[in-house]
């Protein structure tokens, strides 16, 4: 069943439709309604289940001339939803409108305090499902109106080891080392030359703190905006929807897998992560995984892998260590 954004996108295709447009995020079944379109992803997910004769990926759209309109699935976050808006902004023609659909659990209903700033006046277009969509004329004066822009930059001090950090809006844990970070890196065991895989990495402080070390670190992420922060952070990463860009096999995997989708909890795509990981590791290959300690993945690990441990716990995170056969 589309989501609600897509079901209100789809109830306004006539009021939307009109001119080139871009559509960034929503369900696949949107693009096809609003055909034809230029459709938008940062996430690796959502643009391997797209559809369309013009389809992109990546962390920043650049656009070769000016759209009419843009359609907008608001971000859960809001400096990456101000980043959005800057960046769509750059992609319509003065007049043009932005029109942002959000749930309402989401924060659509304050939302057009950040249209007001970066793009122009706007209104409520409709509001059903749960949602609600906001039509805005793009009249502001465009700025921060690059990625760079948004970029922030801080050093920490990490388990006796230094590092850079990258960051940018919506990026896991942005501006601080997240503390399940912390505990795991506190604990973590890699041999300097192991090759390392860092899954769902954020802006790289795994990664980064293992090549200090002397690791050979990959890291990849869903979103392209994570994955262009860890490249700075860490040296080499890559778009991959857990491991469906993953070609190759490691001797350590190492994540601190997200529990959150939107805000709801689930622990769907580190079960993901788990089932998945043996394939992806070498002979007597080993995950590390760090966690919420209410989270339950010594079960998974387990049931995927020849041996699992829990390594080291507190009254907030476990680490956990498995080995494959």
């Given at each position: 069943?589309?989501?609600?954004?897509?079901?209100?996108?789809?109830?306004?295709a006539e009021r939307i439709q009109g001119g080139r447009l871009l559509?960034?995020?929503?369900?696949?079944?949107?693009?096809?309604?609003?055909?034809?379109?230029?459709?938008?992803?940062?996430s690796r997910r959502a643009y391997r289940a797209a559809s369309g004769?013009?389809?992109?990926?990546?962390?920043?759209?650049?656009?070769?001339?000016?759209?009419?309109?843009?359609?907008?699935?608001?971000?859960?976050?809001?400096?990456?939803?101000?980043?959005?808006?800057?960046?769509?902004?750059?992609?319509?023609?003065?007049?043009?409108?932005?029109?942002?659909?959000?749930?309402?659990?989401?924060?659509?209903?304050?939302?057009?305090?950040?249209?007001?700033?970066?793009?122009?006046?706007?209104?409520?277009?409709?509001?059903?499902?749960h949602a609600r969509a906001l039509s805005a004329t793009v009249s502001?004066?465009?700025?921060?109106?690059?990625?760079?822009?948004?970029?922030?930059?801080?050093?920490?001090?990490?388990?006796?080891?230094?590092?850079?950090?990258?960051?940018?809006?919506?990026?896991?844990?942005?501006?601080?080392?997240?503390?399940?970070?912390?505990?795991?890196?506190?604990?973590?065991?890699?041999?300097?030359?192991?090759?390392?895989?860092?899954?769902?990495?954020?802006?790289?402080?795994?990664?980064?703190?293992?090549?200090?070390?002397?690791?050979?670190?990959?890291?990849?992420?869903?979103?392209?905006?994570?994955?262009?922060?860890?490249?700075?952070?860490?040296?080499?990463?890559?778009?991959?929807?857990?491991?469906?860009?993953?070609?190759?096999?490691?001797?350590?995997?190492?994540?601190?897998?997200?529990?959150?989708?939107?805000?709801?909890?689930?622990?769907?795509?580190?079960?993901?992560?788990?089932?998945?990981?043996?394939?992806?590791?070498?002979?007597?290959?080993?995950?590390?995984?760090?966690?919420?300690?209410?989270?339950?993945?010594?079960?998974?690990?387990?049931?995927?892998?020849?041996?699992?441990?829990?390594?080291?716990?507190?009254?907030?995170?476990?680490?956990?260590?498995?080995?494959?056969?």
């Open positions: 069943m589309p989501s609600a954004e897509s079901q209100l996108a789809l109830a306004n559509i960034l995020g929503f369900d696949a079944d949107v693009a096809r309604a609003l055909s034809p379109t230029t459709v938008f992803h940062q004769d013009d389809v992109r990926f990546g962390a920043w759209f650049n656009a070769e001339q000016a759209y009419e309109t843009a359609l907008v699935e608001m971000p859960k976050e809001t400096e990456r939803l101000r980043m959005t808006l800057s960046m769509v902004v750059e992609a319509v023609k003065p007049g043009g409108r932005v029109v942002l659909i959000g749930r309402n659990d989401s924060g659509i209903k304050s939302a057009g305090r950040h249209l007001s700033e970066i793009v122009g006046d706007n209104e409520v277009l409709d509001f059903r499902f502001r004066e465009k700025s921060r109106s690059s990625l760079d822009d948004w970029e922030t930059v801080f050093s920490a001090e990490i388990a006796g080891r230094a590092v850079g950090v990258h960051d940018f809006p919506g990026v896991f844990s942005r501006g601080r080392v997240d503390e399940g970070t912390r505990r795991l890196l506190d604990v973590l065991d890699v041999d300097k030359g192991a090759r390392v895989l860092d899954v769902g990495c954020g802006s790289g402080v795994i990664g980064a703190w293992l090549r200090v070390g002397g690791s050979v670190v990959e890291s990849c992420d869903v979103d392209a905006v994570a994955v262009e922060a860890a490249a700075r952070t860490a040296g080499s990463s890559f778009a991959s929807d857990v491991y469906s860009d993953v070609s190759e096999t490691y001797d350590v995997i190492v994540t601190n897998p997200p529990f959150h989708s939107g805000v709801r909890t689930t622990s769907g795509v580190a079960i993901r992560m788990i089932e998945e990981a043996p394939a992806h590791l070498g002979a007597g290959g080993v995950m590390w995984l760090v966690a919420n300690r209410f989270l339950d993945y010594l079960t998974p690990l387990r049931d995927a892998f020849a041996r699992a441990e829990i390594v080291s716990e507190d009254n907030k995170f476990r680490v956990h260590r498995a080995r494959r056969a």
